[in-house]
């Protein structure tokens, strides 16, 4: 197993899949399609039948069950990294039996001062950056590990397995990727987003998400005969921010605890304008902390004039755990196939959203598995291959019949 993981895991990490938020064509970026055609490539030479949808960049492709069984999961990955950090000739570096010390890399250091897994994987491989580019461990750990697992029931025919129903999907990292995914067509009972950090971990609760736009018109009169007239745009947006509830930023909060983050500010005496972005685990104070905003807008009319502050607040995705709860037949299926291979399944609250978020709000319930990777998004990006492995017996389990 180790080898074709690893293989598949750099063969990957070396084609430029960044997206990109400033573009207004589906996928974001045309390279995309470069690993797209790649996978549809090492599905057929695992004689399979892979479909690339031309249109949008999702590489789909389907096992049967060899035992009748009438189950079938889904598995997703993403192909795309992210946009603000390059992706471009990834050069991946492999420390095997890693002594513990710090890595050095162009320009930057591994440090476990700075990073305290670090110690926990001495004696391991390690795989990182050569400190110019991501790795793309996000998400092509997750890619790899979903191509390891199909490659071992096809050379192990004779383990039984559920119907396997594969998608690797773009533009996560921007958001929106799956718009246009048939969720119905695609026909699982349920799937999971291998997309996650921790090995051993099964996420199904993230944010409730939305957005809000604050403008805000002033009155701009000569600051000489200001008295009694002038109304500051910018200083009221001052005083908005002032009114909502300093224990509720991203700097102060952890775990469940939402937050409205003052993402842009900006004004002159005539107009104003903030972004906020508001977060909550919990729908019921999810939308008290929406209210909040409008509740100042309107105290904020009353003393300034109706039309001073509008608020335009947009929900961007929900916390899966609403469904979840339902039917949590896809979080036992993935703890049990954690703890038969002797470890403990470990669950946090994600702090963000997952494009299992969407699936799962549109009818597909879909947790997030975790992949052996660490530290995305950034030159300090790596990979831990014993841990990778470990995702790829996961992913078996779950796919085995019980
Ligand atoms: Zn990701």
């Known amino acids: 197993m180790n080898n ?16 990109s938020e400033d573009s207004n064509t589906t996928p974001s970026t045309m390279k995309q399609f470069d690993l797209a055609r790649k996978l549809v490539k090492d599905l057929k030479d695992l004689g399979l039948e892979p479909k690339l949808d031309e249109k949008n960049c999702y590489v789909t492709c389907e096992l049967k069950s060899n035992c009748n069984s009438n189950l079938t999961i889904g598995f997703f990955a993403h192909m795309d990294t992210i946009p603000g950090f390059s992706g471009t000739n990834v050069n991946p570096q492999i420390i095997k039996n890693y002594d513990g010390k710090p890595i050095k890399l162009k320009g930057i250091t591994l440090d476990p001062a700075n990073f305290e897994f670090l110690p926990n994987l001495k004696g391991k491989t390690l795989i990182t950056t050569d400190g110019t580019t991501v790795l793309g461990a996000d998400d092509k750990a997750g890619v790899s590990e979903i191509m390891t697992m199909l490659n071992y029931f096809i050379t192990n025919p004779t383990v ?8 690797f999907t773009p533009d996560e990292e921007i958001g929106g990727g799956l718009a246009n995914f048939d969720i119905k067509g695609f026909n699982c009972n349920y799937a999971y987003t291998v997309d996650g950090e921790i090995y051993n971990e099964i996420d199904y609760e993230n944010f409730n998400a939305a957005s809000c736009s604050i403008d805000i018109k002033g009155l701009d009169i000569h600051p000489g005969n200001a008295k009694d007239k002038m109304i500051n745009a910018s200083l009221v947006a001052l005083e908005f921010v002032s009114m909502l509830d300093p224990k509720l930023r991203p700097e102060v909060t952890s775990g469940y605890e ?61 916390n899966m755990r609403e469904w979840i709860d339902k039917d949590p037949s896809c979080v036992y299926r993935a703890k049990k196939a954690i703890e038969e291979l002797g470890i403990n399944a470990t669950s946090e609250p994600i702090r963000g959203g997952t494009d299992g978020a969407f699936l799962t709000r549109n009818g597909l319930n879909t947790p997030n598995l975790g992949t052996g990777g660490y530290n995305p998004h950034g030159p300090y990006e790596m990979a831990c291959l014993e841990e990778m492995e470990m995702v790829v017996k996961i992913l078996i389990n779950i796919a085995k019949e019980q």
């Open 160 to 167: 039984p397995h559920v119907n396997i129903k594969v998608a």
């Open 4 to 19: 074709i993981l690893l293989d598949y895991f750099l063969n990957y990490v070396k084609i430029d899949t960044m997206s």
């Open 258 to 318: 939402g937050f409205n983050h003052l993402c842009s500010i900006e004004g002159v005496c005539g107009n104003s304008h903030m972004e906020y972005i508001i977060r909550n685990h919990d729908a019921k104070l999810f939308l008290e902390q929406k209210n909040s905003f409008i509740d100042i807008a309107n105290e904020l009319n009353k003393k300034y004039g109706k039309d001073t502050v509008k608020v335009t607040i947009k929900d961007q995705y929900k």
